[in-house]
């Protein structure tokens, strides 16, 4: 079990990759400030959770840390809820209500999404960060706020502001530290430590006996793309641990698009010496013992019927099987 609730918002951080290890490290630096930073990269990647760990170590981790999912919000709304109204400000408005900014005073604000923000509200924002004072809406008071700001976007702004679609003067106020957050995709050599630390968070909220999980089943996760990234990775242990009854995690409790996945990882030829024809034999090895390991899968390991299913015989199975010492026992 981890220790203090931070320590889970660092999985997704144990790394032994080189770039992301730099990354890692520059939010370390930038943690101890007030610059705010702009997270970017794809749904998935750890945005809302790198966004909480940079507040808990920063000198506000004891101040409120208060997250707003900009694309969840109606456009209607989106400038009551996230920067107040008073009392009769508009029909509804029954009683004064803070918004999220007043909210998050001397504390953090983490804007999701924030490329949905509509552009009405991307002016008020503006005029926040540059004055560091709400305006209710209804209002004529001023309310000073002390805030950083951390917002994130697995759109490009870049490519939302030459659309005119967001404010080019509200993405350079906004992108004071800059951080992409890689695809898991581009980190395969971390998905081992990310599945161990994934199985200690989870493994007790069902009194799982689940501890590890086995070779060819990690086999199979490090060869899948993982479109999801790490939250399609946390939703897929979580699944196999609910499934499991025994203390390691097997191919039979992975998800069949992922067993049945052929995955062929093609060396690159600006790191490697091999000639084309080797690098075909690599490719024609990958891929043999993917399709068999699927397909022995899917039918619990009957040599007849999986030597049907793959169109050759029982001989040749059987000796296909030797050769990527696929056994048989563990398809049952």
Request: hydrophobic share 35%; charged share 25%; proline share 5%.
């Amino acid at each position: 079990m981890f220790k203090s609730r931070w320590e889970w918002y660092k999985v997704g951080m144990e790394t032994t990759s080189d770039i992301f290890t730099q990354i890692v490290k520059n939010l370390e630096k930038v943690s101890s400030t007030n610059a705010n930073v702009y997270l970017a990269g794809e749904t998935g990647t750890g945005k809302s959770r790198f966004a909480k760990w940079i507040h808990e170590q920063s000198p506000r981790k004891h101040r409120p840390f208060v997250s707003v999912n900009c694309g969840a919000l109606p456009e209607s709304l989106i400038e009551s809820e996230l920067f107040g109204y008073e009392k009769g400000a508009f029909t509804g408005a029954l009683q004064t209500k803070i918004g999220k900014f007043e909210a998050a005073h001397t504390g953090t604000i983490f804007l999701d999404e924030i490329g949905t923000m509509p552009l009405s509200a991307q002016v008020t924002l503006l005029s926040i960060i540059q004055d560091r004072v709400i305006t209710r809406i209804g209002g004529n008071t001023e309310h000073p706020i002390d805030i950083r700001i951390i917002s994130a976007s697995n759109e490009d702004l870049n490519t939302l502001c030459e659309k005119q679609l967001f404010r080019k003067d509200l993405f350079f106020r906004l992108n004071v530290f800059p951080v992409t957050l890689p695809p898991l995709r581009e980190r395969h050599r971390d998905i081992p430590q990310l599945i161990d630390e994934t199985i200690q968070h989870l493994a007790p909220r069902y009194n799982s006996p689940v501890t590890t999980i086995s070779a060819d089943a990690l086999q199979q996760l490090c060869n899948y793309e993982w479109p999801g990234n790490i939250r399609e990775l946390e939703n897929i242990i979580e699944r196999a641990i609910i499934l499991c009854s025994s203390s390691t995690i097997e191919i039979e409790h992975l998800p069949a698009d992922i067993t049945h996945a052929i995955v062929v990882k093609i060396p690159d030829p600006s790191t490697t010496k091999m000639t084309l024809k080797d690098t075909r034999n690599v490719a024609i090895d990958q891929a043999e013992r993917s399709y068999l390991n699927a397909a022995l899968t899917q039918h619990k390991g009957k040599i007849n019927k999986t030597a049907h299913y793959a169109g050759i015989t029982t001989r040749q199975l059987h000796k296909l099987m030797k050769k990527h010492t696929l056994e048989k026992n563990k398809f049952h």
